[in-house]
């Protein structure tokens, strides 16, 4: 990833708190060769995302076709996610999105936006909602609504 993704991404993981933790876990991209095509290597990806998902994680897709949340909405999904007790695992596509099989796992669908966006630039906006969200059910001065 390009460094300002990294630094974008980094910036808003560390301001959450314990409770609230983002940790990151890249999977590597499947091997593009001639002979293959995109279902193939998006099917792998997904076997891997899947794979590496522990059992009793709540699991939510970011997909264009997902649910929008503003930001009130957002932080009440978290209130409810934090209530849960479970860890969360969002599932962010690569350049060709998440398989089928990884949008059936998820319990949730979440829609960042009607637009496409670069899976880099989803981490960064994803990592900043969050944060964002979580000022919000703190009272703190972050969010202007």
Avoid: F
Wanted: net charge positive.
């Amino acid at each position: 990833m390009p460094s300002w993704v990294e630094q974008g991404y980094e910036e808003y993981a560390k301001r959450l708190p314990r409770e609230c933790q983002l940790v990151l876990h890249e999977i590597s991209p499947a091997k593009r060769t001639k002979n293959g095509h995109s279902q193939q290597w998006l099917d792998q990806e997904g076997e891997r995302i899947l794979a590496s998902i522990p059992k009793e994680h709540y699991v939510v897709s970011l997909d264009v076709k997902g649910r929008p949340w503003s930001t009130e909405q957002l932080a009440q999904q978290m209130k409810s996610w934090l209530a849960d007790g479970r860890d969360i695992s969002l599932l962010i596509g690569g350049p060709d999105g998440l398989s089928k099989a990884c949008n059936q796992r998820a319990d949730q669908k979440w829609s960042l936006s009607a637009l496409t966006l670069p899976h880099p630039l989803v981490r960064v906006v994803l990592a900043e909602q969050l944060y964002r969200s979580w000022t919000v059910l703190q009272n703190h001065p972050y969010h202007r609504a």
